[in-house]
């Protein structure tokens, strides 16, 4: 069976057995296959088997080679349908640069941004991924999120980039909150907004249109009404289209006022995870699960006890209540 079909298949064994009959199996790993001039760790990684990928490394199989596109094997195992973070770790192991560009000049990071791998993202920016440079064509790692409407990553990219490339423009004169109106992705409109994107909603690309003309191609209320009131953005993204309210609307319940009863299903599940009486509110209005809501990250211990008091309100969105009228205690 040749090199590369072992590849392909994942067959370890006889992969090993192979390179141990192989004079230099160095100088045979540094044989690139078809068109795209792929090596066979680059197949490994391409394919997901994370024990040929270690094999071939093992064997000084060059992490830093490139195939017809220019493509390391950061770049191949950054863009792959799965994460795959084990990999990653065993690329990097070989002291390869996290900022190595390919023919369009994209980096590892932007090619995971552009696939919607946040934990893969997370874990480039851990080790030193540069999120501010551009391509061939002047899209930042920005640019590449908000065109595929990938919301999770645009907001860690926000927390690093916010105030240096959110009004940066490409060849075309887009800007990110160009790209987020075209994906149609509301929460990546609302996301830029929140972050200063407002300084964009006048920006024209290159056929002279700004984010609300392209809005108005194709009509989206809800992007239209932030476009037009950017301050919306924050009360957006902490009302019922938020993370929290979606996992309680999956219970079968409502945010609405009206309909929330004492047995309402996401109501009771509502309580299940505050963890205490809620009723202080922060500096610019909102409540606790509000500011923890925002992040979509509410991380409560299974044996935490909850005692809410009488009149204890939380806030889920703009005209939204959960009420508690009576002593509730839920653990």
């Known amino acids: 069976m040749t090199l590369r079909k072992l590849a392909e298949e994942g067959n370890v064994e006889e992969l090993r057995r192979l390179l141990k009959r192989t004079p230099n199996p160095k100088e045979l790993l540094e044989t690139k296959f078809g068109q ?50 084990y990999i990653l770790d065993l690329i990097l192991s070989k002291d390869v640069d996290v900022n190595a560009q390919e023919e369009n000049r994209n980096t590892p990071v932007k090619l995971a941004a552009e696939k919607g ?10 080790k030193g991924a540069n999120v501010d440079e551009a391509d061939k064509v002047d899209n930042t790692t920005l640019h590449f999120a908000a065109k595929k409407g990938h919301d999770q990553v645009l907001e860690l990219l926000l927390t690093e980039v916010a105030d240096r490339t959110i009004g940066k423009q490409n060849k075309d ?60 953005a924050h009360g957006f993204l902490v009302g019922p289209k938020s993370n929290m309210s979606k996992a309680l609307l999956g219970k079968g319940g409502s945010v609405e006022p009206d309909s929330l009863g004492p047995y309402d299903a996401a109501h009771q599940e509502f309580l299940k995870k505050i963890p205490e009486a809620i009723s202080q509110l922060s500096s610019d209005g909102a409540t606790p699960i509000q500011v923890f809501n925002v992040s979509g990250d509410l991380n409560f211990r299974k044996e935490t006890n909850v005692t809410v008091k009488d009149k204890a309100m939380a806030s889920i969105g703009s005209g939204s209540q959960v009420n508690i009228t009576q002593p509730y205690s839920a653990s």
């Not at 066979?40 to 071939?56: F, P």
């Open 36 to 85: 795209n001039k792929m090596t066979a760790l680059h197949i490994a990684i391409e394919k997901g088997h994370e024990e040929v990928v270690k094999l071939l490394l093992e064997n000084e199989a060059d992490p830093r080679a490139t195939d017809h596109y220019g493509r390391t094997a950061l770049h191949v195992a950054t863009s792959i349908q799965k994460e795959n973070i």
């Open 117 to 126: 791998h946040l934990k893969t993202v997370k874990w480039l920016i851990s």
């Open 173 to 232: 004169k887009k800007t990110a909150l160009h790209f987020a109106v075209e994906s149609k992705s509301e929460r990546c409109v609302a996301l830029l907004l929140k972050h200063g994107a407002g300084i964009c909603i006048e920006s024209k690309n290159e056929q002279g249109r700004t984010p609300l003309d392209l809005a108005n191609d194709d009509p989206n209320q809800n992007i239209i009404d932030l476009l037009r009131n950017p301050k919306k």
